[in-house]
């Protein structure tokens, strides 16, 4: 989350840009129940982090590390789907087509970048857990984290899956 005011202030400028109305303008490629979609995720992205650490704190050194190792590659994720998750909203918002086209553009191109670091943070969750298996916390917290993973995964693929080819 520590770019979220360098994306934010990004985001601005390009919305400063692009001129932005009311959603009933123009059909847009996605809509608002995909907007919805990834903040709720989100939202759950970021209570798994907060209950990875409240666990951290009470935890056993070994089980303490592998937690704060996960929460690092939570936060990632959340960084990721809160991007994506932006760029969806103000392209929900775009009243001329060809502004919508180059947020979706740049959507496309966040999206298959943060799909390979997905895999990354996974991989690494999954090997935390391995490591400190033993702890039926680490455990729990692990499957959840790479079973929101998985689901950012396939909110991606739906979105990939909306914008088609471009």
């Known amino acids: 989350m520590k770019q979220s005011w360098r994306r934010f202030l990004s985001y601005v400028c390009l919305a400063t840009t692009i001129s932005c109305v ?28 907060q209950d990875m650490n409240f666990g951290a704190r009470a935890a056993g050194s070994n089980s303490q590390e592998c937690l704060i190792n996960m929460i690092s590659d939570v936060t990632n994720v959340t960084d990721h789907m809160e991007e994506i998750a932006d760029l969806v909203y103000l392209s929900i918002n775009m009243h001329l087509p060809a502004d919508e086209v180059t947020v979706l553009s740049m959507l496309n191109r966040v999206m298959v970048f943060s799909r390979k670091d997905l895999d990354n943070s996974r991989n690494s969750i999954i090997l935390s857990e391995g490591h400190c298996g033993h702890d039926s916390f680490v455990d729990t917290e692990a499957r ?19 914008l088609g080819s471009m």
């Not at 079973?147 to 739906?158: C, K």
């Open 22 to 49: 009311d959603h009933s303008a123009e059909a847009a490629i996605l809509a608002s129940s995909d907007s919805l979609r990834l903040a709720h995720l989100v939202q759950n992205l970021v209570q798994l982090m």
């Open 144 to 162: 959840a984290a790479v079973g929101m993973i998985s689901e950012s995964d396939a909110i991606i693929r739906a979105l990939q899956s909306k």
